[in-house]
C-alpha cells in the first residue's frame, strides 16, 4: 500500500532524474524547504532559499569545520557563511520581489539523485509585463570548493528597456543576529571576479564569485562595495532573454593559495554551468552505484524518501578532513549549533563502516583528536580515564551549555545536565569503534588511535561505578539515558549495558596485547596504563549490574521507572504536530516522575545487541515501552522498526519505518526549519539493512535474517566486508550474495541456523515445501 506522507510535498520521476517538488511559494513552509532542499557536498552546505529577498528566509552557507565563538559568553557555534544565492533583478524601474510582486506561479525542486536545485517563477510587473525566471545550482561532488548557479529572465510579451540584474557575496549574514567575523574585506580582480575573505578567531573564509553571461548583452557592468559585501550590477538593454552563470569558489585560511583559486575561477567560467554540472553528475552516478538501495515492490513515495535520505547522508559526510564530524542538522542549518552528538556513532557511521569504510576511519579520528580533552573532562568531574563530550565541535572539549536559555516568567535559567550526566556517549563512541575493526579489519587504526580510546574508556567506565554494599555489586548512579524525559537515575538499562560491553571490549583487547606480545603494548601501557586496570576491568565485569527482565518479561529501565504512574492522555501528545508538547502541560520535574518517554532506552539496547535476548522477551518490551513513549526524538520510530523487523513483527516494523522516512517529508511546517534530522536519515539505512536485510556482520560470519513487508518482494544492496564489495539480494524466498572478487579467507553466511560458506558468490533458496528450509542453489550466480 502506496504511503501518503506527504502532501506539501510531490514526487515526479523522469528519465534519470528524481524530483522533490514545492509546486507554491509557501512561506508557512520556507524555513523547512530551504533545509531539507539544500544543497551539500560535505565540505559545504547552502540553504535552498529564493534567490530573491524574502520575509520568511533563513540564508545559509554551512562551510564544515568552521566553528567559532563570537563572544566569552556564548557557545561555539558553525558560523554561517556568506550568502552566494542572492541576485536582484530590476525591470524598468520595477523591483522584483516574491512577497510584493505579483506572482502567477512558483515551483522549487531538487533532483534528489544529482542534488540539482532548480527554481521557476513567473511575475506580473505593474505594467502587465510577465517575466519568467528560471534558477540552477548545485554543489560540486567532482570539486569540493565548487558552487555553480545559473540564472535565466525571460520576458514573454515584449522586451525590457532597462534591466538591472544584481548579484554578489553578502557577508552581512549571522546566526541568528550574532556576527562571527572580526573583520572582513572585499575587492575585485580584473573587473571580473569578486572576493570576500572573513577573518575569524582561528580561521578566514574567502569567498570568490564570478558571473558569465551566456544570452544577452551587457550594456554597462560596475561594481559597489557595501559593509561586508561586495555585489556586481549588470545592465541590460533593448533585452527580452538573458542568462548568466554564477561560479563560486569557496575555501577556509591554509587549503589554497589565492591566485590559484583565481586560476579555478577562470577555468570554472569557461567550462561553464552544464559542463561543470556534467563532471558532478558523474561523482554522484559512482555514489548511487555503491550506496543505492534498490526494492523490489516499494512505492515510489517511499522509494524516494530512501534515496533523499541516502543524499543527505553523502552531503552531510566530511570529504577528507578528520578535524570534522558530522553535526545533528549536517550542514543544512543552525540547530544544535552544528555540534557532534552520539548521533554519528550510533545511527550514522554504520551506513559509512558497511559502504565507505575510509569515511567511517576519518571521522573515528575525529574522536582520537579530542582523547585529550575527553581526559581532561573526565578528571574535571573527579573521574579518570576519557569522558566524551556530549555536545562536540572542532578541539574536543564539551560544548554543552551549562544553563539554558532564562525562563521568561522567572527570569531564572535551567541546568542542562546532558553535558554532564549523559555518560553513555562514551560507551557509543567504543561501539562505533569496535564494529569499524569488525567489519574492516584495520588493524593499523586499532594500534594508532582505537586501543587507546577503548582503555581510557574502560578506565572512565570503572572509576565512576559505584559499590552497592547491600547488592554487592556496581550500580552507575545519577545518569541520563538516551530518553531525556527521565533525568537523574539510577542504573538505566542502556548505559549498564554499554559499560559493560566497553569493559569486556577492553579486557578482551588487554589480555590479547598481553599474551601475543604485541609492540604495540609497550606504547600503550605507557600512555593508558591498561595492564594495571586489567584486574579492575574483570571485577568490574563480575559484579557490574545488568537489569534483567521481571517476571513479566519486563526489563526495567532503570530502577525506579516501572514503579511511577503513567501517564493517562499520552495518546493526545502522541497525535501531537508540536514535538515535546507534553511540555507545555508538564513541568520537566512532573515528567520525571511519569511512565513516559521521550524515546525508549531499552529498544535502542535491541538494535545494538539483536541477541542479546530472546525474541519472546523483545516483543514484550516493545509493546510495553511503545505505550509509553511520546515519539518526541527524531530517532525514535526507526529504532522501533529495527528492533520490531528483527522479531519478525512486519506490520510493526512497517507502521514505525514509514513514519521514520518521513521525518523530514512530513506536512509538519515547523519541523527541520533549523535543519535536517541527520541520525534519523542513518536511523533509515539501519532499519534497511540490520532489520528488514536482516544482514550482521561478526567478522567472520554474515548473519542474515530477512523480515521484508509484505509488498516488499526483495531489496537488494552492496556492503564492504573486509575491504571487498558484496552485492546482496535479499527476499523472502532466495538470498543471494556475489562479491567484485574472491575473498582470501572464506566466510561463513548463517541463515536460520545453518551455516554456509561463501568466497565469491552463494545464492540460497527458500523450500516451498512443509519444512520451508533454506537451501543452497548454486556456487555460481550473477545479480548483474
Request: proline content about 3%.
Amino acid at each position: 500500500m502506496e504511503c501518503t506522507a506527504m502532501e506539501h510535498y510531490k514526487i515526479e520521476k523522469e528519465k534519470n532524474r528524481l524530483w522533490l517538488t514545492e509546486n507554491s511559494y509557501a512561506p508557512l513552509y520556507e524555513l523547512k524547504t530551504e533545509s531539507i532542499f539544500a544543497q551539500c557536498n560535505g565540505y559545504m552546505g547552502v540553504r535552498a532559499v529564493h534567490p530573491f529577498l524574502s520575509v520568511e528566509e533563513s540564508r545559509g552557507m554551512f562551510l564544515c569545520g568552521v566553528f567559532d565563538k563570537a563572544y566569552e559568553n556564548e557557545v561555539t557555534e558553525l558560523v554561517n557563511c556568506p550568502d552566494i544565492t542572492w541576485f536582484g533583478i530590476e525591470i524598468d524601474a520595477e523591483k522584483i520581489h516574491t512577497d510584493s510582486t505579483k506572482l502567477h506561479s512558483c515551483t522549487r525542486k531538487i533532483d534528489i539523485l544529482s542534488g540539482e536545485l532548480r527554481l521557476f517563477y513567473v511575475f506580473e510587473l505593474s505594467t502587465g509585463t510577465l517575466v519568467e525566471i528560471e534558477v540552477k545550482r548545485f554543489a560540486s561532488l567532482d570539486n569540493k570548493h565548487l558552487f555553480m548557479q545559473s540564472y535565466r529572465v525571460h520576458i514573454c510579451n515584449g522586451i525590457g528597456k532597462n534591466i538591472k540584474i544584481t548579484t554578489g557575496i553578502n557577508g552581512q549574514i549571522t546566526n541568528s543576529g550574532v556576527s562571527h567575523f572580526h573583520s572582513v574585506t572585499e575587492r575585485v580582480y580584473d573587473r571580473e571576479v569578486m572576493e570576500s575573505r572573513g577573518e575569524l578567531e582561528e580561521n578566514i573564509v574567502t569567498v570568490l564569485t564570478a558571473c558569465t553571461i551566456k544570452t544577452g548583452t551587457v550594456a554597462k557592468k560596475d561594481f559597489t562595495l557595501k559593509r561586508r559585501s561586495i555585489y556586481g550590477i549588470y545592465s541590460f538593454t533593448e533585452e527580452n532573454d538573458i542568462e548568466i552563470e554564477k561560479a563560486a569558489y569557496i575555501y577556509q585560511g591554509g587549503e589554497t593559495e589565492d591566485c590559484r583559486a583565481r586560476r579555478y575561477m577562470d577555468c570554472f567560467k569557461n567550462t561553464g554551468y552544464q559542463k561543470q554540472f556534467c563532471m558532478h553528475r558523474k561523482q554522484m552516478q559512482n555514489f548511487w552505484r555503491k550506496a543505492g538501495i534498490g526494492i523490489e515492490g516499494n512505492g515510489l513515495e517511499q522509494q524516494a524518501a530512501i534515496s533523499f535520505s541516502q543524499y543527505h547522508m553523502l552531503g552531510m559526510t566530511p570529504p577528507d578532513r578528520a578535524e570534522c564530524s558530522i553535526a545533528a542538522k549536517g550542514l543544512t542549518g543552525e540547530g544544535y549549533k552544528g555540534h557532534v552528538f552520539w548521533d554519528t556513532e550510533i545511527f550514522i557511521l554504520p551506513f559509512l563502516i558497511y559502504t565507505y569504510p575510509e569515511k567511517a576511519r576519518q571521522l573515528l579520528m575525529f574522536r582520537y583528536l579530542g582523547l585529550e580533552k575527553a581526559r581532561q573532562k573526565a578528571k574535571e568531574y573527579g573521574y579518570q580515564g576519557a569522558m566524551f563530550p556530549w555536545e562536540a565541535a572542532k578541539t574536543g572539549e564539551e560544548e554543552t551549555p551549562k544553563y539554558a536559555a532564562l525562563n521568561i516568567h522567572t527570569g531564572k535559567a535551567n541546568r542542562v545536565w546532558s553535558g554532564i550526566k549523559e555518560y553513555h556517549v562514551t560507551a557509543d563512541v567504543i561501539y562505533a569503534v569496535e564494529q569499524y575493526f569488525t567489519v574492516t579489519g584495520d588493524r593499523e587504526f586499532m594500534e594508532q588511535c582505537g586501543y587507546e580510546m577503548i582503555f581510557e574508556a574502560a578506565k572512565f567506565w570503572v572509576s565512576c561505578a559505584k559499590w552497592d554494599e547491600t547488592e554487592h555489586r556496581y550500580c552507575i548512579y545519577d545518569v541520563i539515558g538516551p530518553d531525556e524525559y527521565t533525568e537523574h537515575i539510577n542504573n538505566n538499562a542502556y548505559t549498564n549495558y554499554m559499560a559493560e560491553f566497553c569493559v569486556k571490549t577492553a579486557c578482551r583487547y588487554a589480555r590479547q596485547l598481553k599474551e601475543g606480545g604485541h609492540k604495540e603494548c609497550s606504547r600503550l601501557e605507557q600512555r593508558t596504563g591498561f595492564l594495571e586496570y586489567l584486574e579492575k576491568f574483570e571485577e568490574f565485569l563480575s559484579k557490574i549490574y545488568l537489569p534483567k527482565p521481571g517476571r513479566n518479561g519486563i526489563i526495567p529501565q532503570d530502577d525506579t521507572f516501572l514503579s511511577k504512574p503513567c501517564l493517562q492522555e499520552i495518546e493526545k501528545y502522541k497525535s501531537s504536530q508540536v514535538k515535546q508538547a507534553v511540555l507545555l502541560d508538564y513541568s520537566r520535574d512532573e515528567i520525571v516522575n511519569m511512565q513516559v518517554l521521550k524515546q525508549a532506552d531499552v529498544i535502542m539496547l535491541f538494535d545494538l545487541f539483536p541477541r542479546l535476548f530472546p525474541d519472546d522477551i523483545v516483543r514484550k518490551n516493545i509493546l510495553f515501552y511503545e505505550k509509553r513513549t511520546l515519539h518526541d526524538s527524531s530517532l525514535s520510530y526507526c529504532v522501533h522498526a529495527q528492533a520490531s523487523a528483527y522479531t519478525g513483527d512486519k506490520k510493526a516494523a512497517d507502521r514505525f519505518f514509514k513514519k521514520a522516512l518521513f521525518i523530514d517529508l512530513n506536512d509538519n511546517p515547523y519541523d527541520s526549519a533549523d535543519g535536517i534530522h541527520s541520525a534519523s536519515m542513518g536511523g533509515i539505512w539501519n532499519c534497511l539493512i540490520f532489520g528488514f536485510a536482516g544482514v550482521r556482520f561478526t567478522g567472520t560470519e554474515v548473519w542474515i535474517r530477512p523480515c521484508l513487508p509484505e509488498n516488499w518482494k526483495e531489496i537488494s544492496f552492496f556492503l564492504t566486508l573486509c575491504k571487498i564489495e558484496i552485492q546482496f539480494a535479499v527476499s523472502e524466498k532466495r538470498i543471494v550474495m556475489e562479491a567484485t572478487k574472491e575473498l582470501k579467507e572464506p566466510l561463513y553466511v548463517c541463515v536460520e541456523d545453518k551455516r554456509y560458506t561463501f568466497v565469491r558468490s552463494l545464492e540460497l533458496y527458500r523450500d516451498t515445501g512443509e519444512t520451508k528450509e533454506w537451501k543452497k542453489k548454486s556456487e555460481d550466480v550473477s545479480l548483474t
